[in-house]
């Protein structure tokens, strides 16, 4: 109801007692003859503006009360005089006054007075008879669904308005996420306007859309009680509900005292805005967060043992649709399908138990970490977009375990995807695209001392950081079911290349690289860049399948004059080393001499680089046929 044009500051209607002091200054004693008949006529209108007639008097009559009104056009042409701040008003048809004349029938609609600025009306501040200051205002909705009532809430400006305290505006976010603010005291002073974050901040406070008044309405001449004098509204009192099978909804004034009530099948429901600290979450029950709950929770087990809880609500994308979890009891299983995101540190911290998630899962600042995970954890994130932003993604040490089924590559900003430590293991699909600044310090995919990672389902494309895709100094890495990364580096390790995979880069002579066979028993070809230094001129090859030698040429000017080859057996307890070969041919001859039973015992392709000049780094390409 915000977009009509604004109407001039209103006449102040008379009171009684202004009444009576005019009128008695004028019909002083008659001793000098100065009563007219102007005089009279000026009386007359005055009791026209102060007094009402019985026949006339109805509900829309009286200050502040609350009104009833046939179309929407009749909300903006009620009396001014009897407008107040907080004022409830019923309309019986929702739609103008022209539409209705024409037949159309659009339901019943309940609607409010707010304070508003840049509102196209004039009303009290409060509905007390001697009050006479006035504010701008407009007209809300106070029922129908979220968006009928949000939609009725004056737009966002953000340039030459300057908001007042208890202003309430409609921002609508670049994902399409709209949310109501309330303008703070002191306002923004500036010529433009702070643009809203989705969170409480020095400027806004994240607002939710009034409820309707209750059902007797509002007695003339009381004080509203949501309203205080500035015209800016108390906050909501029921934050929550509790939902029990056969039974009517409970409504709490906080989600603690909700959740408190809540039993094995219940399920308890966030209504409002309001700050929660920590959720204990209990075992049997659902959390449905009504899309922004968790935003200002930290969802926690507690340690406790915690059996098939749930936690829902469609969240908008962004920071303000995003929530975190801890999980640390050895039993736990809890669901979470909505929206996580880093507050605190982390959005999910995990020692124990098992945490299935689905829906966005994105990160914030470089201080932030998408997933701690210790102890013994399984996570498993199955569906929905993984967005790390600035942050790192997913830390994991101890024997903790991780499924990252990412829609689509993973968003890597600045940080890496994945640390891995200890005997953790984690498998990611779906691939990776660093969007961060070139030359960033941690843009490696994975970094990991230990345990087992897993790259598959995609290509992991770090190439504008600059780095490795993967530094090892312990662990193993496996490339596995046609991926693709860029580059593998480290000074200790094992690289497994699998199901037709590919290295496109480097990778470090200092690593052990085994190729398994394809699934099924088919051929598969992969590349090799190999690299060597001024002391390590030997890389090492497992071979666990028959292996064809396709290709061996130097990359560009990179100092490489040619490669000899080396192809040893693991027997009686040690390698038996074969003959060093210069041409193809020769090698050749000396891998298909190999049986399947001395590939199973321990085979191994050395390559060994010949460089132009010894100080610096040489470079080769090496294509291999597996099957």
């Not at 390559?607 to 470079?619: C, D, E, G, Q």
């Amino acid at each position: 109801m915000a977009g009509s044009t604004t109407s001039p500051l209103p006449e102040v209607a008379m009171t009684p007692a202004a009444f009576l002091a005019k009128w008695r200054l004028r019909y002083k004693d008659n001793d000098d003859f100065q009563i007219k008949e102007s005089d009279l006529r000026d009386q007359a209108e005055d009791m026209t503006k102060t007094f009402v007639a019985k026949a006339q008097l109805t509900v829309n009559s009286i200050r502040g009360n609350a009104l009833l009104l046939p179309t929407l056009s009749d909300l903006l042409t009620v009396e001014a005089n009897v407008l107040a701040v907080g004022q409830p008003a019923s309309v019986a048809n929702a739609t103008d006054a022209g539409s209705a004349a024409a037949g159309v029938e659009a339901g019943a609609a309940s609607f409010r007075l707010i304070k508003d600025s840049a509102g196209p009306l004039w009303a009290y501040v409060n509905p007390l008879p001697l009050t006479t200051q006035r504010v701008r205002a407009s007209w809300v909705r106070t029922d129908g669904s979220e968006a009928d009532k949000v939609a009725t809430y004056p737009a966002f400006l953000e340039e030459d308005h300057p908001y007042q305290p208890g202003d309430v505006f409609q921002y609508t976010y670049p994902d399409g996420a709209t949310l109501l603010h309330q303008v703070n005291d002191p306002a923004p002073t500036t010529y433009q306007n702070p643009l809203p974050t989705g969170q409480t901040d020095a400027h806004y406070t994240v607002f939710a859309p009034l409820p309707a008044p209750p059902s007797n309405g509002y007695v003339a001449g009381t004080a509203l009680q949501e309203v205080r004098q500035s015209g800016e509204f108390a906050t909501l009192a029921a934050q929550a509900r509790l939902i029990r099978p056969g039974v009517p909804a409970q409504q709490f004034s906080t989600i603690d005292q909700a959740n408190l009530q809540a039993d094995y099948g219940d399920t308890v429901e966030a209504l409002g805005t309001s700050v929660v600290s920590t959720l204990l979450l209990k075992g049997g029950v659902t959390y449905a967060t009504g899309g922004r709950m968790v935003n200002w929770s930290l969802l926690t087990d507690n340690g406790n043992t915690v059996i098939t809880c749930k936690v829902t609500g469609n969240s908008p994308e962004g920071r303000y649709g995003g929530g975190w979890v801890s999980v640390t009891g050895a039993g736990s299983d809890i669901v979470v399908e909505k929206a996580l995101y880093p507050e605190y540190g982390y959005a999910v911290y995990q020692s124990n138990g098992r945490l299935t998630h689905s829906g966005l899962l994105r990160g914030g600042s470089p201080d932030n970490t998408v997933a701690v995970l210790n102890g013994s954890a399984n996570f498993r994130h199955v569906a929905g977009a993984v967005r790390l932003g600035g942050s790192l993604g997913f830390q994991l040490s101890g024997s903790a375990q991780a499924l990252i089924k990412s829609d689509g590559p993973i968003d890597q900003g600045y940080k890496r995807v994945v640390e891995c430590a200890g005997s953790a293991k984690i498998r990611l699909e779906g691939g990776s695209l660093f969007t961060g600044a070139a030359g960033f310090a941690l843009s490696e995919i994975v970094y990991m001392s230990g345990g087992e990672v897993t790259l598959a389902n995609g290509t992991y494309d770090n190439t504008a950081g600059n780095a490795t895709a993967a530094y090892l100094t312990g662990g193993t890495l496996i490339v596995d079911n046609a991926t693709v990364v860029r580059a593998i580096g480290g000074t200790a390790g094992t690289v497994i290349l699998r199901n037709g995979s590919k290295c496109l880069g480097p990778i470090s002579s200092a690593l052990v690289v085994v190729n398994e066979q394809p699934a099924g028993g088919g051929s598969g070809v992969t590349e090799l860049q190999i690299r060597s230094d001024s002391t390590t001129r030997v890389f090492s090859l497992d071979l666990t399948d028959k292996v064809k030698l396709l290709t061996v040429s130097a990359l560009g000017a990179r100092n490489a004059q040619g490669a000899a080859f080396q192809v040893n057996k693991y027997a009686a307890g040690a390698w038996q080393g074969g003959l060093e070969r210069s041409a193809l041919v020769d090698v050749q001859a000396d891998l298909d001499a190999l049986t399947p039973a001395d590939r199973t015992a321990g085979a191994e392709l050395l390559i060994k680089t010949i460089p132009v000049t010894s100080a610096n780094t040489a470079r080769l390409l090496v294509q291999l046929q597996h099957g």
